[in-house]
């Protein structure tokens, strides 16, 4: 079992910055695929960064790419998302994910096997 715990959001204006943190329990978060996804008011959840078990490989949706970037420290058992020249439109809660072994299809919500309960990110217009 994994428990994870997001923090980091708030309320920031349009082009600002945040850094989101999602923090793990247990031994073993060397061993997970780590994902970022959002869901906004009304609308279906949705891939938003997705980064490899050592922190080598890092996979974006094109909305973010360029601007946010996701991390991992396995010594803190933490994965980050720094989120930069934010807008209205990403404004969601933001949920981490894990996945341990097996095929990994990043960008599927299915494919995880822990959430955390989500952080609220609110970029208003």
């Known amino acids: 079992q994994v428990q994870l715990v997001e923090s980091g959001g708030g309320l920031v204006q349009p082009g600002g910055s945040l850094r989101l943190s999602c923090t793990a329990s247990?031994?073993?978060?060397?061993?997970?695929?780590m994902g970022w996804f959002r869901q906004a008011p009304g609308q279906e959840r949705e891939f938003v960064a997705a980064v490899t078990r050592s922190g080598g490989g890092t996979y974006y949706a094109d909305s973010v790419k360029g601007r946010f970037t996701i991390s991992r420290d396995n010594a803190k058992n933490t994965v980050y998302l720094k989120m930069n020249s934010l807008k209205p439109e990403d404004t969601a809660v933001y949920y981490c994910?894990?996945?341990?072994?097996?095929?990994?299809?990043?960008?599927?919500?299915?494919?995880?096997?822990?959430w955390g309960q989500g952080t609220q990110v609110t970029v208003p217009s």
């Open positions: 994910a894990a996945k341990g072994g097996g095929v990994w299809a990043y960008g599927s919500e299915s494919q995880y096997d822990y």
């Open positions: 247990g031994r073993t978060f060397s061993t997970y695929f």
